[in-house]
């Protein structure tokens, strides 16, 4: 779920960004010179490491929250007492459980080591975009126009996210916490939404910060 609404995000928030950039040069600020759409370039894949960075957390946060509380408080639990037709044999409930035990822990590690992989991509991406943007235009003015579309653009993707996510992972997880279910309904897990909305919090108040503070000076 993380990663759809996050790509999402991004791809409007793109989308948007370069009709401005096409239609309202004036208003984005910034012009179509080789310089320029190499630095605009570089702005958005340090944003698109971020995302990617923000993703591999989440997914580790998943299997820390796994191995905390367990397989079925963050991906769910599928039911375990099924409709058996008169005549046939159906599996013991037990075994089904022993089943779900051993998925979960399988996610459990996909989810370690994906977050581990996106994580370590995502910062040597990232800082390779950085040092590039500081070679190609040295320690960039704050009030530049391409860093105030790049603050604008990730304040929109992470505020997206965190709007998206962050309430839906709470709601599991009251759910999992306050309500009951019987063995035959399936119950979601906290996993993806919760953590998901947990990461994008303070990456957009950190955003939010930046342009707060420049729409001040």
Request: charged share 15%; net charge neutral; proline share 4%.
């Given at each position: 779920?993380?990663?759809?609404?996050?790509?999402?995000?991004?791809?409007?928030?793109?989308?948007?960004?370069?009709?401005?950039?096409?239609?309202?040069?004036?208003?984005?600020?910034?012009?179509?010179?080789?310089?320029?759409?190499?630095?605009?370039?570089?702005?958005?894949?340090?944003?698109?490491?971020?995302?990617?960075?923000?993703?591999?957390?989440?997914?580790?946060?998943?299997?820390?929250?796994?191995?905390?509380?367990?397989?079925?408080?963050?991906?769910?639990?599928?039911?375990?007492?099924?409709?058996?037709?008169?005549?046939?044999?159906?599996?013991?409930?037990?075994?089904?459980?022993?089943?779900?035990?051993?998925?979960?822990?399988?996610?459990?590690q996909?989810?370690?080591?994906?977050?581990?992989?996106?994580?370590?991509?995502?910062?040597?991406?990232?800082?390779?975009?950085?040092?590039?943007?500081?070679?190609?235009?040295?320690?960039?003015?704050?009030?530049?126009?391409?860093?105030?579309?790049?603050?604008?653009?990730?304040?929109?993707?992470?505020?997206?996210?965190?709007?998206?996510?962050?309430?839906?992972?709470?709601?599991?997880?009251?759910?999992?916490?306050?309500?009951?279910?019987?063995?035959?309904?399936?119950?979601?897990?906290v996993?993806?939404?919760?953590?998901?909305?947990?990461?994008?919090?303070?990456?957009?108040?950190?955003?939010l910060?930046?342009?707060?503070?420049?729409?001040?000076?």
């Amino acid at each position: 779920m993380v990663i759809g609404v996050l790509i999402a995000a991004s791809v409007v928030g793109v989308i948007v960004f370069a009709l401005l950039l096409i239609f309202r040069k004036d208003l984005v600020g910034v012009d179509l010179s080789g310089r320029s759409l190499l630095r605009l370039y570089l702005h958005l894949a340090s944003l698109a490491a971020i995302v990617v960075f923000a993703i591999g957390v989440s997914a580790t946060i998943d299997w820390a929250m796994g191995s905390a509380f367990g397989g079925e408080v963050v991906y769910g639990r599928p039911p375990v007492v099924q409709l058996c037709p008169v005549g046939e044999k159906c599996a013991d409930p037990e075994q089904i459980r022993t089943q779900y035990t051993h998925e979960h822990e399988q996610r459990q590690q996909q989810d370690l080591l994906r977050g581990l992989t996106l994580m370590a991509f995502g910062a040597v991406f990232w800082g390779g975009h950085f040092l590039m943007r500081r070679s190609v235009t040295g320690i960039e003015d704050p009030g530049s126009a391409l860093r105030r579309a790049h603050n604008v653009l990730s304040t929109f993707v992470f505020g997206v996210g965190t709007v998206i996510l962050l309430p839906v992972g709470i709601y599991f997880a009251l759910s999992v916490a306050l309500l009951s279910a019987a063995p035959d309904v399936y119950r979601q897990g906290v996993g993806d939404s919760l953590s998901g909305g947990l990461v994008a919090l303070p990456i957009w108040l950190i955003y939010l910060q930046r342009i707060v503070r420049a729409a001040a000076a």
